[in-house]
C-alpha cells in the first residue's frame, strides 16, 4: 500500500483556519485521497476524498498538489468539536484490494478556545 | 437514517469466556467492515464482506476470531476464547459499495471490549 505521512499533531485556535498536510509521494495514478476523523470517544468519520481536482464540500476542502503527491486538508473555520485525529489515506483500485482503508497514526488537531 | 448500529457498546469478561459483538448496518449498504483499534496497532482492519459473503479475511488475528454475516441487516464477530490481549475497541463499518474507490465507509460507534 502506498504510505502517507502526517504530522503527528497540531494546534489551532478556534475560528481560525487550520490546514492539515499530508505527503504520499509514493501515490499511483488511481489512487484517491481520502480524509477521516476520529473525535474522542467515536468512530472514524468521513471528511472528504479527491483524486486530481481540489474538493470543497460543508465540513472542509482539499487542496491536492498538481505533481499529487502531497495534500492539504483545510478547515476553514475551526470549532472546538473539531479536535480529533485526522487521517489521511490513500485507497487504490490496483491489486485487488480497493475497499480497504489503512489507517496510520494520523494528525492530532488540538482546537484551543 | 439510525447509521450503524452495535452492540455492546460496552463488554467487560474474564478470559476464556466467548464473545459477541454485534453490528447492524445501514440499510441498502452491500459491504460491511470489522475494525479493530489498540494503542499499540491503531486501527486495523479484520475482515471484509461484500453481499454477505467473506471477501478478505487476512486481518482476523487467529482462529479464536469467526465472523458471520447471515443476511443483509446482520453481522458477528465472534471471540472464543476470549483473552486479555483481545481488548480493544470493534469497530463496524458499511458502505453502499466497499469495491468503488470513491465510496465512504460509514463506521459504528463501536463496542469497548475489556477482557479480564
Known amino acids: 500500500d502506498a504510505k502517507t505521512t502526517q504530522p503527528n499533531s497540531m494546534e489551532s485556535n478556534e475560528e481560525e483556519p487550520v490546514h492539515l498536510p499530508c505527503n504520499h509521494s509514493?501515490?499511483?495514478?488511481?489512487?484517491?485521497i481520502h480524509w477521516y476523523r476520529q473525535l474522542p470517544s467515536q468512530g472514524p468519520e468521513y471528511v472528504i476524498h479527491?483524486?486530481?481536482s481540489n474538493v470543497n464540500n460543508r465540513m472542509a476542502s482539499l487542496a491536492i498538489a498538481e505533481d499529487r503527491k502531497s495534500s492539504t486538508l483545510i478547515l476553514h473555520r475551526a470549532t472546538l468539536r473539531d479536535a480529533a485525529v485526522y487521517y489521511c489515506?490513500?485507497?487504490?483500485?490496483?491489486?485487488?484490494?480497493?475497499?480497504?482503508?489503512?489507517f496510520g497514526k494520523g494528525t492530532l488537531l488540538t482546537v484551543n478556545p | 437514517d439510525a447509521g450503524v448500529i452495535q452492540s455492546p457498546r460496552h463488554e467487560v469478561t474474564e478470559m476464556g469466556q466467548e464473545v459477541t459483538l454485534r453490528c447492524k448496518p445501514i440499510?441498502?449498504?452491500?459491504?460491511l467492515f470489522w475494525y479493530r483499534q489498540t494503542m499499540m496497532r491503531g486501527l486495523e482492519l479484520l475482515i471484509y464482506?461484500?453481499?454477505?459473503?467473506?471477501?478478505?479475511d487476512s486481518g482476523m488475528p487467529e482462529d479464536r476470531f469467526s465472523a458471520k454475516m447471515p443476511n443483509a441487516s446482520f453481522s458477528t464477530l465472534k471471540i472464543q476464547p476470549s483473552e486479555p490481549r483481545d481488548s480493544a475497541v470493534y469497530f463496524c463499518?458499511?458502505?453502499?459499495?466497499?469495491?468503488?474507490?470513491?465510496?465512504?465507509?460509514?463506521f459504528g460507534p463501536g463496542t469497548r471490549l475489556l477482557v479480564l
Open positions: 463499518a458499511s458502505s453502499l459499495n466497499g469495491e468503488l474507490t470513491g465510496e465512504t465507509q460509514y
Open positions: 509514493t501515490i499511483s495514478g488511481t489512487d484517491y
Open positions: 479527491g483524486l486530481t
Open positions: 489515506i490513500l485507497r487504490g483500485s490496483s491489486g485487488g484490494s480497493n475497499y480497504k482503508l489503512t
Open positions: 440499510s441498502g449498504h452491500n459491504s
Open positions: 464482506f461484500n453481499n454477505n459473503v467473506p471477501i478478505d
